[in-house]
């Protein structure tokens, strides 16, 4: 059973590998305060687990380069615009020089996820914000201006990057529509005008859609999507193809610049939490389960999970060799079969 149970209220809610070693972000969602719990496993080492509290509110983790130490180490990015080298002290440095944006607007809000993408680390967020991380120039924005929904106050929440063959990137998430009249709606219903208040909703009230757009050379393109759901992964896959996923289980691969083509859909509407190649074959990891794909005949089949294991985060090759990320704790497949990689009670304090 997973290590983290019904009586502790910590979850793990991001990570990120580099094969041996796995780093974990933990947040307390019922607290409310905010600060955030990193955990780095190192199987072997001398220090096999390691605890950094960040007084933060920590939106995703990701695998970097220290420019200053040249090796592998792991960044943290906070909603507020830090950026955290997980280094022996963290090092803290800032996104967006102009800080964090309670007011969402064009090219300013809080950021959201770190990605990879043509070989480089993006920091992605709200108001269409995409920034790359150089060594030597710290954060630099992809593009002077954000790119715009149709109806310019939709927000756009990008959420995923992946670079494309032909040498553009794509960005993916969400966007949001703002309802202006929000207080004429409640006032209706307020005075029991049910009628009113239903047509105003019907009228006023539009639904988060997922969105992806293309960045080449140097311009902004809006492209369509097959179907509706947030776009959560842009994966690149072998031969410069790239794939995308969507929170309603939608897998599809971007064929042309402008053309989405369908690959995969879930049984039933299940986010896709991670799009990953392993052993050959893009995997498809759902809440509760993980999808093989055959690309070549165009079949799949499930990979068994861990008992417990039911709000699956990330999966991270290593070679024949992998960790499983769920919500509530690690496992590591061990060649045939998942082995759960027990996290100390002392550090889930």
């Known amino acids: 059973m997973p290590s983290i149970t ?19 972000a933990l947040k307390d969602f019922e607290a409310g305060d905010g600060d955030s719990l990193v955990l780095i496993h190192s199987p072997g080492a001398a220090e096999v687990w390691r605890r950094i509290e960040l007084p933060f509110d920590i939106m995703d983790v990701a695998l970097t380069s220290d420019p200053q130490r040249r090796q592998a180490t792991y960044m943290a990015l906070a909603s507020t615009g830090e950026a955290v080298v997980l280094t022996d002290p963290p090092v803290v440095s800032r996104v967006n020089a102009e800080g964090v944006f309670r007011v969402i607007e064009p090219g300013k809000g809080m950021l959201s996820a770190l990605n990879i993408a043509g070989g480089s680390l993006l920091a992605l967020g709200r108001g269409g914000q995409a920034y790359r991380f150089g060594s030597e120039d710290g954060w630099q924005a992809v593009s002077p201006v954000p790119p715009l929904e149709d109806n310019p106050t939709d927000h756009i929440n990008f959420l995923c990057a992946g670079a494309s063959a032909g040498g553009g990137l794509y960005f993916g998430g969400v966007s949001e529509p703002q309802t202006k009249s929000f207080d004429e709606i409640v006032a209706l219903l307020t005075r029991g005008d049910v009628e009113g208040f239903a047509n105003r909703i019907i009228t006023d009230v539009r639904r988060n859609y997922g969105t992806l757009w293309l960045l080449a050379e140097g311009a902004w393109r809006k492209v369509d999507l097959p179907a509706s759901g947030t776009v959560t992964n842009l994966f690149e896959w072998e031969g410069g193809r790239l794939f995308l996923s969507t929170n309603s289980g939608l897998v599809a691969e971007i064929v042309a610049a402008d053309q989405v083509e369908e690959l995969y859909v879930s049984g039933e509407p299940k986010e896709v939490a991670d799009l990953v190649g392993w052993q050959g074959q893009p995997m498809v990891v759902l809440t509760d389960e993980i999808v093989t794909l055959d690309l070549e005949a165009g079949t799949s089949e499930n990979l068994p999970v861990p008992d417990g294991f039911e709000a699956l985060q990330n999966l991270h090759p290593d070679g024949d060799r992998a960790w499983l990320v769920d919500w509530l704790g690690l496992a590591r497949w061990n060649g045939s079969d998942w082995g759960e990689v027990e996290i100390p009670r002392a550090l889930l304090r």
């Open 6 to 24: 019904d009586k502790n209220t910590l979850r793990i809610f991001a990570s990120a590998s580099d094969g041996p070693t796995v780093c974990l």
